[in-house]
């Protein structure tokens, strides 16, 4: 079972040339008690034995955002809930249409819209006690777009033991 989120989340480095971090902060229930995201209050994180989270911010040739949201949970249980609230929350508020790729992990989707400012996917994936969240705002619609974004999943699911 893997531990820490910080860890899991990919460097610079891994992300890539022309890819640079300009956000990243880690946290648990005790250093933010009253940590929530869109489909989770802190009761269902404490429910689902939320242990860490990793959240990073990096920006690719100086225009594309992706963020990556790491988080570990107590056993595979907590994460699947956790997944699975973040994919009803996702479909349910308009973020997208399903992309079909492969299969990253032990369950994964990926969801797409465009707008008047690029194009922007979200990947989410579960593997044992993590779940993992990336979502890239491109300015430019091209082709690589999902083959980047899951080839970055892919990177962070090989980190995770």
Same mark, same amino acid.
């Given at each position: 079972?893997?531990?820490?989120?910080?860890?899991?989340?990919?460097?610079?480095?891994?992300?890539?040339?022309?890819?640079?971090?300009?956000?990243?902060?880690?946290?648990?229930?005790?250093?933010?008690?009253?940590?929530?995201?869109?489909?989770?209050?802190?009761?269902?994180?404490?429910?689902?034995?939320? +242990? #860490? %989270?990793?959240?990073?911010? =990096?920006?690719?040739? /100086?225009?594309?955002?992706?963020?990556?949201?790491?988080?570990? *949970? @107590?056993?595979n249980e907590?994460?699947?809930?956790?997944?699975?609230?973040?994919?009803?929350?996702?479909?349910?508020?308009?973020?997208?249409?399903?992309?079909?790729?492969?299969?990253?992990?032990e369950?994964?989707?990926?969801?797409?819209?465009?707008? +008047? #400012? %690029?194009?922007t996917?979200n =990947?989410l994936f579960? /593997?044992?006690?993590i779940?993992?969240?990336?979502?890239a705002? *491109? @300015?430019?619609?091209?082709?690589?777009?999902?083959?980047?974004?899951?080839?970055?999943?892919?990177?962070?699911?090989?980190?995770?033991?």
């Amino acid at each position: 079972m893997t531990g820490r989120s910080i860890d899991i989340a990919l460097t610079q480095a891994e992300a890539g040339e022309k890819t640079e971090i300009v956000y990243e902060n880690v946290c648990t229930l005790s250093t933010e008690p009253e940590l929530c995201f869109n489909y989770a209050t802190t009761h269902d994180l404490k429910k689902w034995g939320f +242990s #860490e %989270g990793c959240f990073s911010c =990096l920006l690719k040739d /100086k225009k594309d955002t992706i963020i990556q949201v790491i988080t570990t *949970y @107590k056993d595979n249980e907590g994460a699947k809930e956790a997944y699975e609230a973040d994919a009803r929350y996702l479909k349910r508020h308009g973020y997208g249409k399903p992309v079909i790729t492969k299969t990253i992990g032990e369950s994964s989707f990926m969801l797409m819209k465009k707008d +008047s #400012e %690029g194009i922007t996917y979200n =990947l989410l994936f579960l /593997k044992n006690n993590i779940f993992a969240a990336i979502s890239a705002k *491109y @300015k430019k619609d091209i082709p690589d777009n999902p083959g980047h974004l899951t080839g970055l999943a892919e990177k962070i699911e090989a980190k995770i033991k």
